[in-house]
């Protein structure tokens, strides 16, 4: 069966500082994978997603950004935070398009 | 008008009541349709697809309203346990997918 591995599950970071967040998805291959944020009390937003190694769309010009070095590796990185950068972090992936997401347990990200 | 629209609530139901949530949606060419159910600082877990007129999974029911352009989710007998946030999904061309900002449940004894 598939599973998605997020971590941290929890990070706190000063602002400035650099993040790496990173998701994987075993037991499948070639899946599309999705960054999300979801600031409290809101909706996901999508930010970045990839239908192949190396190949990313972002949907959020910001300060972050996103690569995929290998089939089954997301990894969502910024060069230094902002305050607003605060937010639930969501990795997914769906096995084909459009189709059902699978959501990581997700990284609690606090800028202070 | 925007691309997916849900009721924020909250919904405050007594255990045993049905309760009905709608969701809006603007592109009349979306074809399949979810509801997803996320519990407080946890992540969202599919409920239920949609990809023609409903779909039926025990006490959850899902209706699909091409004409109107929005679909609902039925709970019946609603439980303490159902208490959530009800997000709705709607695919937007080959790869992305846009969430209504969700519907939040309370059921209480």
């Known amino acids: 069966s598939q599973t998605i591995h997020q971590w941290p599950a929890t990070l706190v970071q000063p602002v400035g500082s650099p993040l790496s967040l990173e998701c994987t998805v075993e037991g499948t291959s070639n899946p599309n994978l999705y960054w999300y944020r979801q600031a409290a009390g809101r909706g996901l937003q999508l930010l970045f997603y990839s239908v192949g190694i190396g190949q990313i769309s972002s949907e959020v010009p910001q300060n972050l950004s996103a690569s995929r070095p290998q089939d089954r590796q997301f990894i969502l990185s910024s060069k230094k935070l902002l305050l607003s950068d605060s937010g639930f972090y969501l990795c997914?992936?769906?096995?084909?398009?459009?189709?059902?997401?699978?959501f990581g347990a997700g990284t609690r990200l606090s800028v202070l | 008008r925007k691309e997916v629209e849900q009721d924020p609530g909250p919904f405050n139901v007594p255990e045993g009541a049905t309760v009905a949530f709608n969701c809006t949606y603007s592109?009349?060419?979306?074809?399949?349709f979810f509801w997803y159910r996320q519990d407080c600082r946890k992540e969202p877990k599919l409920l239920m697809s949609v990809y023609s007129s409903g779909n039926e999974d025990g006490r959850f029911t899902a209706q699909l309203n091409r004409a109107s352009q929005y679909i609902s989710l039925l709970i019946r007998d609603s439980k303490l346990s159902d208490s959530a946030t009800y997000l709705c999904v709607v695919p937007s061309g080959t790869y992305k997918y846009i969430f209504g900002t969700g519907t939040r449940l309370k059921v209480l004894a």
């Open positions: 592109n009349s060419a979306s074809q399949s």
């Open positions: 997914a992936w769906t096995p084909g398009s459009p189709g059902i997401q699978y």
